[in-house]
């Protein structure tokens, strides 16, 4: 949020520089982000000064160029080069002297420098107006005042206004400073604790008054609910013109294009006090009557940017007598806003419901400055003094008249919150104790009115516009934040409790399989759990009847909460192979949703992804495709990692997956992988092979809790390897023999490895050849020849009799 110092010093009168003042602020809760410089002319007309034309004649070598000499108050007069037609001797004129930087309409910087033109020199530039940024007219040059003397700066006769405009990040609960006058409000709380009591200016409207009753619009308010508050006043004979410079400097200094007065005036009304207004024209009200109300679901309404809606049977519109107007709190309509032609019009003032407008700005995907305000709370007992103070600029600037009583549709005033503060709460919460007449003193610097004062506290009655005030502890943290934390002071002495927490906890696992992947190129997703309810559709695993739905979507795509962790990470990998990112590893930890017949459930998932090649490519090494081994290889290491070793590994196919695996033990899954389906990922526009494993990460973390981790030294002894090549049948598995050999030798034989396959030529039909390895050690004594045979020969027994295997 942008705010004006300018505009700010009109409520207050702080001689502080910008700097010192954003400090307080800073400190108050209102966090400036950063200060800039505002200019109303670019270049604050520096280097531009005004200067007497001596002589003009024509140039020797241009018909179109005159040559003139111009005192500018120097030593001596100038020759300068101009090309206006209607440059003459005697004129006054401002003149940009060497060294000058002027701008384009662009924003384009451009020095004046001493040179050449069609061979004279030229030391300077008379200046039209638009070069100056004073105007559009570039017809010639400007003509100054002949009483002006020769030499004056031209920043001192132009309004040329310097200002600096602080960026706040203001909270979402501070709705009370969303204005230039909320600011300062908090400003003078600030200042009255470093003992200057400066007094808050609130713009007057006591020269209100109604000039004639000649233009009445009833106005009736059909949902009170959503509308709580709703006033209305008509003005005549205004002129719809361009705003005077001031109020387009104030607007411009804090981002915002003047349009118009009459919008202009809304606008600064708005940022000013922070309730929003809107001017409709008047002539297009049909049936001189405005209802507030819902419209019927599918109602077509245009707005002010052109764009046709369907509007929601919750959508709160403000409409005449025929047809909707405006979308309340959020947008205007295209056929009842003000126009040059407009000359009478109905100005709106009204609080509307937070939560309604919230709704209604998601649903079409609007955000203005109105529904920004109205969506936090504001202040509903401003309403009225609002619409004057703005009714009153208007007639002021555009001329006209007040031709109706206003209309104040109130029936349910909205009452201040009661609230009884401790001062023994406020010890403990504070950390000491502020004395009672300052914290007195706070509360009433901030508005809250003290109704009775006791030994133990205070009977407080928090004003309307702070609606994020309702408890005790936020009237503490209002006296903290003006008091100023750092005056509250530190003891020497930290206290500091340790919890007991196990190796086994989520987040530390998480972290230790996390940096596992990431050492392996892994990157780390995060995606919404919010998702598109058509993904169902993608596979007969998920239902929809178990989808958990929003009330209140953000958007179509985001109406459910996501079944499966699948679909969020195709669109990330859709989203990056669509920027030339082919070569894809990914991760996630996440949840997915599930609403059953008698409750809901979420489920903790670890999601991998693995598309294009393993590694970049390299002039030294071939590339080579990431594909089912290596993601198998990638989730066994996960595994062990964590102590799970040997789950028992079955084939899965299913809708979503062409070539799968699962691994598991008893009835218990911990991971599902494979290849997804071409037909899936065609859906995503994803044209590569895509790799994908979900681990079921609540089983993981219950069987990892399970396991004994225990430390042993490393053997002394050496290791022996022998190698079998083995032929067999193509449907035996590595996994069988796998299992044979751990049961025929459990003591010595440590690691079993299949390092090459063979199948076709040489080989009976039916049949393949595998090149097994096995490792055998005794951790207590080296291994004889002897002892070593005696297991190969078992083993090779063993082999033979239950896999049918030959030694070739």
Not at 487 to 498: F, M, R, V
Request: glycine content about 6%.
């Amino acid at each position: 949020m942008k705010i004006s110092y300018n505009w700010l010093k009109q409520f207050i009168k702080i001689d502080w520089n910008a700097e010192k003042t954003g400090e307080l602020l800073t400190d108050l809760g209102l966090e400036i982000e950063g200060i800039e410089a505002y200019e109303s002319v670019k270049g604050g007309l520096k280097g531009i000064v005004v200067g007497e034309v001596l002589t003009c004649i024509q140039h020797p070598n241009a018909d179109r160029l005159k040559l003139t000499t111009v005192d500018i108050g120097a030593d001596e007069p100038v020759q300068i080069v101009c090309g206006a037609p209607n440059v003459a001797a005697g004129q006054k004129v401002p003149v940009a002297t060497i060294g000058t930087t002027l701008y384009s309409t662009e924003g384009e910087a451009w020095e004046i420098k001493k040179g050449k033109i069609r061979g004279e020199e030229s030391h300077g530039m008379i200046c039209a107006e638009d070069e100056l940024g004073l105007g559009e007219s570039h017809d010639g040059i400007m003509v100054l005042d002949t009483k002006l003397k020769v030499g004056t700066p031209a920043a001192e006769i132009f309004d040329v206004e310097n200002d600096e405009v602080f960026e706040i990040g203001l909270t979402p609960n501070r709705a009370d400073a969303m204005s230039h006058y909320g600011v300062a409000r908090d400003l003078k709380a600030g200042l009255l604790q470093k003992d200057l009591p400066l007094e808050l200016i609130t713009p007057s409207v006591m020269s209100y008054h109604v000039d004639t009753r000649s233009l009445k619009i009833d106005v009736d308010v059909k949902d009170k609910e959503k509308c709580p508050r709703y006033c209305g006043v008509t003005i005549s004979g205004v002129k719809v013109s361009t705003s005077p410079s001031w109020l387009q400097n104030r607007l411009k200094a804090i981002g915002l294009s003047p349009i118009n007065n009459i919008v202009d005036i809304t606008n600064y009304v708005l940022h000013e006090l922070g309730q929003p207004l809107h001017a409709f024209d008047a002539s297009k009200i049909s049936g001189n009557k405005i209802e507030v109300k819902t419209c019927k679901a599918g109602t077509k309404f245009t707005t002010l940017d052109e764009v046709v809606r369907e509007l929601h049977e919750e959508d709160l519109m403000i409409c005449d007598a025929e047809k909707p107007m405006c979308i309340a709190g959020v947008f205007g309509g295209m056929d009842s806003g003000v126009t040059e032609a407009t000359t009478n019009i109905f100005l709106e003032s009204a609080y509307f419901d937070p939560v309604s407008v919230r709704k209604t700005a998601k649903r079409h995907g609007l955000n203005t400055d109105a529904s920004f305000r109205f969506e936090r709370g504001i202040d509903p007992n401003i309403t009225e003094y609002a619409l004057k103070r703005a009714a009153l600029l208007i007639t002021e600037v555009a001329g006209g008249e007040i031709t109706s009583d206003i209309s104040d549709a109130y029936p349910n005033k909205i009452k201040d919150y009661e609230v009884r503060l401790s001062f023994e709460n406020a010890k403990k919460l504070i950390g000491e104790e502020i004395p009672k007449e300052t914290i007195k003193s706070i509360l009433t610097s901030l508005d809250i009115k003290i109704n009775n004062v006791t030994e133990a506290g205070l009977g407080l009655t928090v004003p309307s516009f702070r609606n994020d005030v309702q408890r005790e502890a936020d009237i503490i943290e209002e006296i903290l934040r003006v008091y100023g934390y750092n005056n509250i002071g530190t003891t020497e002495k930290l206290n500091a409790s340790i919890s007991n927490s196990s190796r086994f906890e989520d987040y530390k696992l998480q972290n230790i399989i996390g940096n596992q992947l990431a050492s392996q190129g892994f990157f780390e997703i995060m995606a919404n759990s919010l998702t598109s309810p058509k993904y169902i559709e993608l596979s007969e695993q998920l239902n929809a009847d178990h989808n958990v739905k929003m009330l209140n979507p953000l958007s179509t795509d985001l109406e459910v909460m996501r079944q499966s962790l699948l679909f969020s990470g195709l669109e990330a990998l859709s989203h990056n192979i669509n920027r030339k990112r082919y070569d894809l590893k990914l991760f996630e930890f996440g949840k997915t949703y599930h609403q059953y017949s008698d409750n809901r459930e979420e489920h903790k998932h670890l999601s991998l992804f693995v598309t294009g090649n393993k590694t970049q490519e390299r002039w030294n090494s071939k590339t080579t495709t990431s594909d089912f081994f290596y993601l198998k290889g990638t989730i066994e290491a996960v595994l062990e990692r964590l102590g799970l070793n040997r789950l028992k590994s079955t084939p899965h196919k299913t809708d979503i997956l062409s070539e799968g695996m699962s691994l598991s033990i008893g009835k218990k899954k911990f991971v599902e992988f494979g290849l997804i389906k071409k037909s899936v990922l065609k859906h995503f526009g994803i044209s590569q092979h895509v790799l994908y494993a979900e681990f079921n990460w609540d089983n993981v973390l219950d069987m990892a809790k399970h396991n004994s981790i225990t430390f042993k030294a490393i053997p002394k002894y050496p290791e022996v390897r022998r190698d079998f090549a083995l032929l067999l049948d193509n449907k035996v598995t590595f996994e069988e023999i796998y299992t044979i050999a751990k049961q025929t030798e459990k003591q010595l034989l440590k690691d079993i490895n299949l390092f090459d396959v063979y199948e076709g030529k040489n080989l009976p039909a039916g049949k393949k050849s595998y090149a097994v390895s096995f490792t055998l050690q005794d951790e207590n004594k080296t291994l004889n020849d002897k002892q070593i045979d005696k297991i190969m020969n078992k083993l090779q027994s063993n082999f033979e009799s239950k896999l049918g295997a030959e030694l070739r």
